[in-house]
């Protein structure tokens, strides 16, 4: 084994540099042909991986993305952002996003983040999911502690219009409205539901259309998919949005986060298909499945891929160790930043599915 790879050694950078123009041979020259050879340096391989990205061969099967999430630190680390370079074609902010980082304190914005965030993307040719307006989490005691119905919608119109006005025409769609049922399919108990009753997500998706009139807004939630097509959140989310975009509130989208557990991927399609069947399109939003069996995460993706008004899917997280639930290793690419094998199967399983090239005319 040793002697043929030392006779790589030998003989590679004398066929490379033979091969190449005049300019190359100096980077020729830098290349550590025994890491290389020994796969140790990992550029062939991500070279390699670079040319059958999955958000490529995802866009051939008439999609619009396979995305990630991600916000400045993660930007800011060198491997990570070759990954979302070569592998994925959207980026959701995380956290940037979210109220207790956009408003803190009452009418003092702070965008430094999602602007870091809207910024690399658009410099990198990366579509954006926003992320999200009005939840019940990670949201500022002093809105929390609202209890008038004309402050409160005030505040959302605010709130919303600033955050989705400020990115206009550079974000593809909107988590408008997050996480607002509870497991029975009923309005969650929160801020907004207790002092405003379900008209809190007209006001928010009224608010969010005339910010920005050409992005796709959407409510998004967890357990939507998971539990199966019969679940009660999934038929409150089903039985909600079908009455409100008949009454007019601008919806447009259905997400559906898919934080999985193991086992949990048969019953994806069923659900995400009677979900998709209420609104003009559809996104798995936030997707990780606990242990990433490859047959799960291909599973899961084949499910949007099947249903045609289904136009993306995002994963939440490049690596294992930044995951929000790291212990249970659910992405794509392990702590040192390799694909795993649900990685490979799904560029395997998308690629077998692409439509064959139409031969040219003599």
């Known amino acids: 084994m040793r002697s043929s790879i030392i006779s790589g050694l030998v003989f590679a950078p004398i066929l490379v540099a033979h091969a190449a123009p005049s300019g190359a041979l100096e980077a020729i020259s830098q290349i550590d042909w025994e890491r290389e050879l020994l796969g140790e340096s990992g550029n062939l391989e991500k070279r390699a991986r670079s040319e059958q990205s999955i958000d490529a061969i995802f866009k051939s099967l008439g999609k619009l993305y396979f995305g990630t999430c991600a916000d400045?630190?993660?930007l800011n680390n060198g491997q990570n952002a070759e990954i979302l370079k070569a592998d994925f074609g959207q980026l959701t902010p995380e956290n940037s996003g979210k109220w207790d980082t956009i408003e803190s304190s009452q009418n003092n914005f702070n965008f430094g983040g999602l602007d870091t965030l809207v910024n690399w993307a658009q410099s990198n040719n990366k579509l954006v999911r926003g992320h999200t307006t009005?939840?019940?989490?990670?949201?500022p005691g002093w809105v929390q502690n609202i209890r008038d119905?004309?402050?409160?919608?005030?505040?959302?119109?605010?709130?919303?219009?600033t955050e989705i006005g400020r990115y206009a025409g550079k974000v593809l769609q909107w988590d408008v409205v997050n996480e607002m049922f509870d497991e029975n399919g009923g309005l969650r108990g929160s801020v907004f539901s207790n002092v405003l009753g379900e008209d809190f997500v007209r006001i928010a998706f009224e608010a969010a259309r005339k910010a920005d009139p050409n992005a796709k807004l959407y409510i998004n939630d967890y357990n939507t998919v998971e539990k199966g097509s019969n679940y009660g959140k999934t038929t409150g989310m089903i039985k909600y949005v079908t009455k409100w975009i008949a009454a007019g509130v601008p919806i447009d989208g259905i997400g559906a986060q898919a934080h999985l557990m193991a086992g949990e991927s048969k019953n994806v399609k069923a659900s995400l298909t009677a979900l998709c069947a209420v609104a003009s399109e559809c996104a798995l939003t936030e997707v990780d499945i606990v242990g990433a069996a490859a047959n799960?995460?291909?599973?899961?993706?084949?499910?949007?891929?099947?249903?045609?008004?289904c136009v993306g899917v995002t994963v939440w997280g490049v690596r294992d160790p930044d995951s929000w639930r790291a212990s249970q290793n659910?992405?794509?690419?392990?702590?040192?930043?390799?694909?795993?094998?649900?990685?490979?199967?799904?560029?395997?399983?998308?690629?077998?599915?692409?439509?064959?090239?139409?031969?040219?005319?003599?």
């Open 134 to 139: 009005v939840w019940h989490s990670q949201l």
């Open 149 to 161: 119905k004309n402050t409160l919608t005030a505040v959302i119109q605010k709130h919303v219009s």
């Open 296 to 309: 799960e995460y291909v599973e899961t993706v084949k499910a949007c891929v099947d249903i045609k008004n």
């Open 72 to 74: 400045s630190g993660l």
């Open 330 to 362: 659910p992405l794509l690419f392990n702590s040192g930043y390799q694909p795993k094998p649900a990685y490979n199967a799904l560029v395997s399983t998308l690629a077998a599915m692409k439509p064959a090239a139409t031969p040219r005319a003599a």
